[in-house]
């Protein structure tokens, strides 16, 4: 699928037609401004993109009559404040585009449209789609971008005006300090980076997602077909094990009766138990809390009473109970297990300064290690900085080199900071077959579908045993960003990795989804199609002008053809398949409920009536918007189209997938045209309702049996309404047997 745009403009970016280009008057440089009239945003299809975005309705106000090429110092300012606008390619087509734009003359509104989206993408929300279009009256314009979150754009859009008035005033602006509000919107708003993967990666397999919370709690697929991720925790990810894995000692117990290589240890509640215990198990140990996470409060590696007595009380501050356990040599190691295998594997980084017999070793971190640009405080960074005052292990490391923050040491000498931290080296390619084996039997015996399995070996390419490696820890919900930004070695694809795990090959996550748009006469067909497949035997959820339905029953009575409404169909667990009615002012200021459908189905060309307010122009602009809904229709499925409406029956050629025609007459011309190049026809004739293909035909319905006939009479059905319910129905194989029993029991049923 291509993004497409109906808007048609004078040319906005540049026009033959319009003022000689002169310097701006003191009176305009005092009255510009650039107004905003209404932001909407439109969460699914729409008549721009596929994707969600956000509309901005502007008024450029005195603007109109200045491109940017008639303002002194203006686009000098603006790319000196974002010199990223250079790799807008525009309608130019290459880098740089958007410049030459700018320098030719290019109005205030494509301008804004820019501005916002390269804001957003220095906040870190990617993304690369925009248009602007002047909507009719003078001055008056729609900006589009493409959004991820709603209050997000908009703050984005705000700043892009409030940026362009500076910039064209000569005014300061701080734009670092509006790119760092705009990205802690993105942190605190938008999911995270380890869940986008996940979601990014479903997307490119076709697999529809929809947020269920402020938080990284996300639904894949629809219905009854649908998985939900919350981060790298699924819904297979049993409670109870990752109650196991939150209990250090208990997963060690379990991993060690199934075989699985993992150090002895005890758990201790007092300083005194903890050296007890680490003289029986061996000395040096490792001290840690049981129920910790994240190596916060794990000490390595400790000989002496006075250190075990330090780290006992660190991992007692980070958990409920204390875990000392035998000291393995080697490097420590996270594996990701993803159902049968491991997707990633990253080692551990040391880390360590050298003095200068000058330096403090705060001053040789901040030389040394935090200077190093891969290291942040924000999770962008594969590398954290080290800070002493919030590692106390490595305050802990330092005096048992006899040194503390403040000490200067000699010239030469080598201090250990970190004996592990962040696990950014990849070493995927590296592990061997049987360490590799042992990590996903470790993440089965604990019970995760997917786990982070930490291991210490000095040598990944090697079996565990031959050289006394083990596994330490099983963790749920492991984090995915060290394998996605690893600080050395190759990014890992484990957002595919987990969608995979929760998808077959073949399985897209969808139910079979009929959408239908028409000029206020698709309410009754999309009621007889739910009837339909109701008795086919599937959980049916009906969006419609009547209202919400559930399987026949109605959950409300008033209009159901909102958003947010149609959004609870496809949420629900229980829904097989659903009908969706919609509209054009839905389309405009909605925009669909589902990003794809089965069936598409278009009955008359609706008029520009009553869109006034949305800025929709004049009724020859509807084709443009309508076809919205064919647009959407899979490759797979069908474009159900009224052959006798001219509009509507051009509406084909958007259509990826089959189309079906249907018509009164058998030989309106479309159908007769479809028919001969093999499409399927629908049709009336002498009273009978007929599916043809090629030679093959089929007789539904009859008009002259009692049982129809009485639903013409009565006004519950008429006959376009029978001839657009079955065509759909033949779309989604449904027998004519059941249609012809669904068309006469049609109005039994309590919800009609």
Not at 39 to 46: F, S
Not at 146 to 151: D, S
Not at 577 to 593: C, D, H, I, W
């Amino acid at each position: 699928m291509h993004d497409h745009v109906f808007f048609e403009s004078r040319a906005i970016h540049q026009r033959h037609d319009g003022p000689a280009i002169v310097s701006p008057p003191l009176s305009f440089m005092n009255a510009k401004n650039i107004q905003f009239l209404r932001m909407t945003h439109l969460r699914g299809p729409n008549i721009w993109t596929y994707r969600p975005v956000m509309e901005a309705l502007i008024d450029i106000g005195a603007l109109e009559d200045f491109p940017s090429n008639t303002l002194p110092g203006f686009t000098q300012r603006l790319t000196a404040w974002l010199p990223g606008l250079i790799e807008h390619r525009c309608s130019v087509g290459e880098r740089g585009g958007f410049l030459q734009r700018l320098e030719e003359g290019t109005w205030t509104g494509h301008v804004l449209e820019h501005v916002a989206l390269e804001l957003q993408t220095r906040a870190g929300m990617q993304t690369g789609f925009g248009k602007a279009r002047e909507a009719g009256p003078r001055g008056v314009y729609k900006v589009v971008i493409r959004t991820r979150h709603e209050a997000v754009s908009r703050s984005a859009l705000e700043t892009a005006r409030d940026l362009i008035l500076a910039a064209m005033d000569d005014r300061p602006f701080d734009v670092k300090a509006e790119v760092n509000r705009l990205k802690q919107m993105v942190d605190s708003l938008c999911i995270g980076p380890s869940t986008a993967s996940i979601v990014d990666a479903a997307s490119e397999r076709g697999i529809p997602a929809i947020r269920l919370n402020d938080g990284n709690l996300v639904q894949l697929g629809h219905g009854a077909q649908q998985r939900r991720i919350w981060t790298a925790e699924t819904d297979r990810t049993s409670a109870i094990a990752e109650g196991i894995s939150k209990d250090k000692d208990l997963t060690k117990q379990l991993l060690s009766m199934c075989g699985v290589p993992v150090p002895q240890g005890q758990i201790v509640d007092s300083p005194a138990a903890a050296w007890e215990a680490a003289q029986d198990i061996g000395l040096p140990v490792c001290v840690k809390p049981t129920d910790g996470n994240h190596a916060r409060g794990v000490s390595l590696e400790l000989s002496t009473q006075e250190d075990i007595a330090a780290a006992y009380d660190l991992a007692l501050a980070e958990g409920s109970e204390v875990l000392v356990e035998r000291f393995i040599r080697g490097e420590e190691h996270r594996l990701l297990v993803v159902g049968d295998h491991v997707a990633a594997a990253n080692k551990g980084e040391t880390a360590s300064v050298v003095g200068d017999g000058v330096h403090s070793v705060t001053e040789l971190i901040e030389l040394q290690i935090n200077s190093d640009p891969r290291r942040g405080e924000e999770e962008d960074f594969p590398l954290d900085t080290i800070r002493l005052d919030e590692h106390t292990t490595s305050v802990l490391e330092l005096k048992r080199q006899g040194l503390t923050a403040d000490s200067v040491p000699e010239a030469g000498r080598s201090v250990l900071i970190m004996r592990t931290g962040n696990m950014a080296l990849d070493v995927t390619d590296s592990v061997h077959p049987e360490v590799a084996a042992q990590a996903v039997l470790a993440a089965r015996v604990v019970g995760l579908d997917i786990a982070g399995v930490d291991l210490v070996a000095q040598d990944i390419s090697q079996p565990l045993a031959a050289q006394g490696g083990a596994i330490v820890e099983v963790n749920a919900g492991p984090g995915l960003l060290m394998h996605l930004k690893p600080a050395v070695g190759q990014p890992r694809p484990v957002g595919q990795a987990i969608t995979n795990h929760l998808f077959k090959p073949a399985d897209s996550g969808r139910i079979p989804v009929v959408g239908f748009m028409g000029d206020g006469d698709t309410t009754r067909p999309a009621q007889l199609v739910a009837w339909l497949l109701h008795l086919k035997g599937l959980y049916t959820g009906l969006a419609c002008a009547h209202g919400l339905f559930m399987n026949q029953r109605p959950l409300q009575n008033q209009n159901g053809m909102d958003w947010e409404n149609a959004q609870r169909l496809l949420i629900n667990r229980s829904v097989q398949t659903a009908v969706f009615e919609s509209n054009v002012r839905q389309l405009l200021t909605e925009g669909l409920p589902y990003d794809r459908c089965h069936v598409g189905v278009v009955t008359r060309m609706p008029t520009a009536q009553g869109l006034d307010d949305l800025y929709a122009g004049s009724d020859d602009k509807m084709p443009s918007y309508v076809r919205t809904q064919i647009d959407v229709v899979l490759p797979d499925g069908t474009a159900v189209l009224n052959a006798t409406d001219p509009q509507v029956a051009d509406l084909a050629r958007h259509c990826d997938g089959r189309v079906v025609f249907y018509a009164d007459d058998e030989n309106t011309p479309r159908l007769v045209t479809h028919l001969a190049e093999g499409g399927r026809v629908a049709f009336w004739r002498d009273g009978q309702l007929v599916l043809r293909e090629g030679q093959h035909e089929s007789h539904v319905l009859s008009t002259k049996r009692p049982a129809v006939s009485r639903l013409l009479q009565n006004g519950k059905l008429n006959t376009d309404d029978m001839l657009v319910a079955a065509s759909v129905a033949w779309a989604l194989d449904i027998s004519t047997d059941l249609i012809r029993a669904g068309v006469k029991s049609f109005g039994q049923n309590a919800s009609h």
